[in-house]
């Protein structure tokens, strides 16, 4: 198969929109499938795994590979439309050559269309779009296609228009070859375009040459002298634009009744590029630490890289590879260039939906998968030890929300910690630690939908059971105002006693700066040996807290008085009167609690910024800004940690699942008084139940 041959096209956008239903579509056509695969009764080729068919929608990015004609070999890459799993998308946008964002006509551009777009044009990758479900009643392909160019801009050109609508919506007009693609008894049928179509059909032409002008200079001098351009005199450098992202091809149809899929394919196998045509890749030499472009030819040094990793129960891990240059094949030694090891490849596969067919070789271009690595994962490149070079690795956003897990049993420690392990392999947007302070077992994800799929997969894959709580809070103790006090500890048992004297002065500090240590000892008053011992004690009592058991910060204690004895002075006996200084200090200094702040970033379309902003507000929060992100709103607010327990799911609530958000740690900020004063209480029963 010829490098110029293959097509790699991913399919992304918002959830609901469609993008699997179209590639089922495809695989019937292109004869993979018998039948039209369909989500809604679990038949559909990408959508396999039981917790997808159950839910109806896609959580995992899959594949399928399969061959146009003779010579055309098609690579699909299929990604889920929640939020909750933009990892999935992000490993998806670097195996493509070709992005596709699948638009609902009845909803027009969503948050994820808009995050979608970025991704592809953050990667560099040539996009196109595709108006889904023409068929529904109240839709108009026209007004979201305008909606479209007014959100992503004039590159953005029809290469197919429908024919009819809703109700009436019977197939599309290739404006390319201007000829009708109709529907008869599920089949696609060719015709001459309808007479009624004509000058629409102009219309949109003129739209493909208009977009193309305003990236190619001799065409917008043509366009703008009035001079005729003739529309098949830009057909052969349609795929070169395409391919330098200079146009968006837009194309019209609905999955549910097979229009319009198959003049997609088409225009696909013509005018879509080839792993050839698409701008160089950049990779670094980890030898001599530079920047090199990687050459794209079948005959290069081999260049595989991992951009997913599935974990198998029976047969371990299985890493997705796209081959960007060069080919391998069972038997070969390849280098690890991340981790610096060789690795043998026995298996190759090529995988479709749940399908693995063993290959020998994988070209150039083509997406395959591997088993039984030792040390490579996701993000990795393989290559020869001959060509160290390495392509950039994969950049997972941070996980926002947290929950606390509990193991059903004792027994099941091990497990859940193992089965945690390699799922974290497989999704790099989870994350697991234990957290000593608060002594509890977190897992971070994406979302509630991203966590209540990875607990259902820790009981399917490896067989364990874990309650879910909510997280501690991580709160910190301070003072406000300047206090002293004496700590004397005195101990005589007969025989050599204990005895350490200490006057402390406790400040407060800014937010940030910790706990500090200071001495003012004149004259000997507290000899300096037992310097470290006092600061010892200062600091453990910080550890252990004052008001409520949290970690005192952001104060100063100084040592400015004390006495000694010649004898029964000792290292201990200064650091239990430091530890009473403390105390006495503390009751004088004004003690109040901290909370933790955490940054939020809530991406909605403008009509429910309201509703949002007034949630905001129930939550403690105090608003920012706003700012415009293309169509949609970027609210930027603080919000304290104890009160975004279960944001994601109350913001798709008032959002209707059109809101987005990012959270993180900002500050520490004093919290109000009565709750304060229900945190103490509740710390004083849990002590007395513990």
């Given at each position: 198969?010829?490098?110029?041959?293959?097509?790699?096209?991913?399919?992304?956008?918002?959830?609901?929109?469609?993008?699997?239903?179209?590639?089922?579509?495809?695989?019937?056509?292109?004869?993979?499938?018998?039948?039209?695969?369909?989500?809604?009764?679990?038949?559909s080729?990408?959508?396999?795994?039981?917790?997808?068919?159950?839910?109806?929608?896609s959580?995992?990015?899959?594949?399928?590979?399969?061959?146009?004609?003779?010579?055309?070999?098609?690579?699909?890459?299929?990604?889920?439309?929640?939020?909750?799993?933009?990892?999935?998308?992000?490993?998806?946008?670097?195996?493509?050559?070709m992005?596709?964002?699948?638009?609902?006509?009845?909803?027009?551009?969503?948050?994820?269309?808009?995050?979608?777009?970025?991704?592809?044009?953050?990667?560099?990758?040539?996009?196109?779009?595709?108006?889904?479900?023409?068929?529904?009643?109240?839709?108009?392909f026209?007004?979201?296609?305008?909606?479209?160019?007014?959100?992503?801009?004039?590159?953005?050109?029809?290469?197919?228009?429908?024919i009819?609508?809703?109700?009436?919506?019977?197939?599309?007009?290739?404006?390319?070859?201007?000829?009708?693609?109709?529907?008869?008894?599920?089949?696609?049928?060719?015709?001459?375009?309808?007479?009624?179509?004509?000058?629409?059909?102009?219309?949109?032409?003129?739209?493909?040459?208009?977009?193309?002008?305003?990236?190619?200079?001799?065409?917008?001098?043509?366009?703008?002298?009035?001079?005729?351009?003739?529309?098949?005199?830009?057909?052969?450098?349609?795929?070169?634009?395409?391919?330098?992202?200079?146009?968006?091809?837009?194309?019209?149809?609905?999955?549910?009744?097979?229009?319009?899929?198959?003049?997609?394919?088409?225009?696909?196998?013509?005018?879509?590029?080839?792993?050839?045509?698409?701008?160089?890749?950049?990779?670094?030499?980890?030898?001599?630490?530079?920047?090199?472009?990687?050459?794209?030819?079948?005959?290069?040094?081999?260049?595989?890289?991992?951009?997913?990793?599935?974990?198998?129960?029976?047969?371990?891990?299985?890493?997705?590879?796209?081959?960007?240059?060069?080919?391998?094949?069972?038997?070969?030694?390849?280098?690890?260039?991340?981790?610096?090891?060789?690795?043998?490849?026995?298996?190759?596969?090529?995988?479709?939906?749940?399908?693995?067919?063993?290959?020998?070789?994988?070209?150039?271009g083509?997406?395959?998968?591997?088993?039984?690595?030792?040390?490579t994962h996701?993000?990795?490149?393989?290559t020869?030890?001959?060509?160290?070079?390495?392509?950039?690795?994969?950049?997972f956003p941070?996980?926002?929300?947290?929950?606390?897990?509990?193991?059903?049993?004792?027994?099941?420690?091990?497990?859940?910690?193992?089965?945690?392990?390699?799922?974290?392999?497989?999704?790099p947007?989870?994350?697991?630690?234990?957290?000593?302070?608060?002594?509890?077992?977190?897992?971070?994800?994406?979302?509630?939908?991203?966590?209540?799929?990875?607990?259902?997969?820790?009981?399917?894959?490896?067989?364990v059971?874990?309650?879910?709580?909510?997280?501690?809070?991580?709160?910190?103790?301070?003072?406000?105002?300047?206090?002293?006090?004496?700590?004397?500890?005195?101990?005589q048992?007969?025989?050599?006693?204990?005895?350490?004297?200490?006057?402390?002065?406790?400040?407060?500090?800014?937010?940030?700066?910790?706990?500090?240590?200071?001495?003012?000892?004149?004259?000997?008053?507290v000899?300096?040996?037992?310097?470290?011992?006092?600061?010892?004690?200062?600091?453990?009592?910080?550890?252990?807290?004052?008001?409520?058991?949290?970690?005192?910060?952001?104060?100063?204690?100084?040592?400015?008085?004390?006495?000694?004895?010649?004898?029964?002075?000792?290292?201990?006996?200064?650091?239990?009167?430091?530890?009473?200084?403390?105390?006495?200090?503390?009751?004088?200094?004004?003690?109040?609690?901290l909370e933790?702040?955490?940054?939020l970033?809530?991406?909605?379309?403008?009509?429910?910024?309201?509703?949002?902003?007034?949630?905001?507000?129930?939550?403690?929060?105090?608003?920012?800004?706003?700012?415009?992100?293309?169509?949609?709103?970027?609210?930027?607010?603080?919000?304290?940690?104890?009160?975004?327990?279960?944001?994601?799911?109350?913001?798709?609530?008032?959002?209707?699942?059109?809101?987005?958000?990012?959270?993180?740690?900002?500050?520490?900020?004093?919290?109000?008084?009565?709750?304060?004063?229900?945190?103490?209480?509740?710390?004083?029963?849990?002590?007395?139940?513990?």
């Amino acid at each position: 198969m010829s490098v110029e041959n293959i097509r790699n096209i991913g399919f992304f956008g918002h959830r609901g929109v469609g993008k699997t239903s179209i590639l089922d579509v495809i695989m019937y056509i292109l004869k993979v499938n018998s039948r039209i695969g369909k989500v809604d009764d679990g038949t559909s080729i990408f959508d396999f795994e039981e917790e997808e068919i159950a839910r109806k929608y896609s959580i995992n990015l899959s594949t399928a590979a399969a061959t146009m004609g003779n010579d055309k070999k098609f690579y699909f890459v299929d990604t889920p439309g929640y939020l909750d799993f933009i990892g999935e998308v992000i490993s998806g946008v670097k195996a493509v050559d070709m992005g596709v964002i699948v638009v609902d006509s009845s909803s027009g551009v969503e948050v994820g269309t808009e995050i979608v777009f970025k991704q592809l044009t953050n990667n560099n990758k040539p996009t196109s779009f595709f108006i889904n479900k023409l068929g529904k009643p109240d839709t108009d392909f026209y007004t979201v296609y305008k909606e479209i160019v007014t959100t992503f801009g004039p590159k953005v050109a029809p290469f197919t228009i429908p024919i009819g609508k809703t109700s009436t919506l019977e197939g599309v007009v290739n404006l390319l070859n201007e000829k009708a693609y109709v529907i008869k008894s599920g089949k696609t049928e060719e015709r001459d375009v309808p007479e009624d179509m004509k000058d629409k059909v102009e219309e949109y032409k003129m739209k493909i040459i208009e977009s193309l002008a305003e990236e190619d200079d001799v065409l917008m001098e043509k366009y703008l002298e009035g001079e005729k351009i003739e529309f098949q005199d830009i057909i052969p450098s349609l795929r070169r634009a395409i391919s330098k992202r200079a146009i968006f091809p837009l194309f019209a149809g609905d999955a549910s009744l097979n229009i319009g899929i198959e003049p997609f394919l088409n225009i696909a196998s013509e005018f879509f590029p080839s792993p050839e045509d698409v701008p160089v890749q950049k990779c670094i030499n980890i030898v001599s630490n530079t920047e090199e472009s990687l050459e794209v030819q079948g005959n290069s040094k081999p260049v595989a890289y991992v951009f997913k990793t599935v974990s198998d129960p029976h047969i371990g891990d299985i890493l997705y590879i796209r081959m960007f240059a060069g080919s391998i094949k069972s038997g070969d030694t390849l280098y690890n260039t991340n981790v610096e090891q060789e690795e043998r490849i026995n298996q190759i596969f090529q995988i479709v939906g749940k399908e693995k067919k063993d290959l020998t070789t994988l070209l150039t271009g083509e997406i395959g998968a591997l088993v039984k690595l030792k040390n490579t994962h996701t993000g990795h490149t393989l290559t020869t030890k001959d060509n160290p070079v390495k392509l950039p690795e994969l950049e997972f956003p941070t996980p926002p929300i947290s929950i606390a897990i509990v193991p059903k049993t004792k027994n099941d420690e091990e497990k859940v910690s193992n089965g945690l392990s390699r799922l974290s392999q497989e999704d790099p947007t989870f994350t697991f630690h234990y957290d000593p302070e608060i002594r509890q077992q977190l897992i971070s994800g994406m979302g509630e939908v991203h966590l209540d799929v990875i607990l259902s997969r820790l009981k399917k894959k490896f067989g364990v059971n874990v309650d879910t709580e909510k997280p501690r809070i991580h709160y910190r103790e301070t003072i406000t105002k300047k206090a002293e006090a004496q700590g004397k500890f005195k101990k005589q048992t007969g025989g050599r006693g204990q005895f350490g004297d200490v006057y402390l002065r406790l400040e407060p500090l800014e937010r940030g700066k910790g706990v500090e240590f200071a001495q003012e000892i004149f004259g000997g008053a507290v000899p300096s040996k037992y310097f470290p011992s006092v600061e010892k004690g200062v600091k453990e009592f910080c550890l252990e807290g004052y008001l409520a058991g949290y970690p005192i910060v952001d104060i100063k204690a100084t040592l400015y008085d004390g006495s000694f004895h010649p004898v029964d002075s000792s290292d201990y006996a200064f650091k239990i009167a430091a530890g009473l200084a403390m105390k006495k200090a503390m009751e004088k200094a004004g003690p109040i609690l901290l909370e933790p702040i955490n940054e939020l970033e809530v991406t909605v379309p403008e009509n429910f910024m309201g509703d949002v902003i007034g949630d905001i507000n129930t939550r403690r929060g105090k608003v920012l800004g706003m700012e415009a992100e293309g169509r949609l709103q970027k609210i930027k607010a603080y919000v304290p940690e104890a009160e975004m327990y279960k944001y994601a799911t109350t913001l798709r609530s008032i959002t209707q699942g059109r809101g987005y958000f990012t959270s993180k740690f900002s500050h520490f900020d004093p919290v109000p008084k009565e709750i304060t004063n229900k945190i103490i209480e509740q710390v004083k029963k849990e002590k007395e139940e513990g």
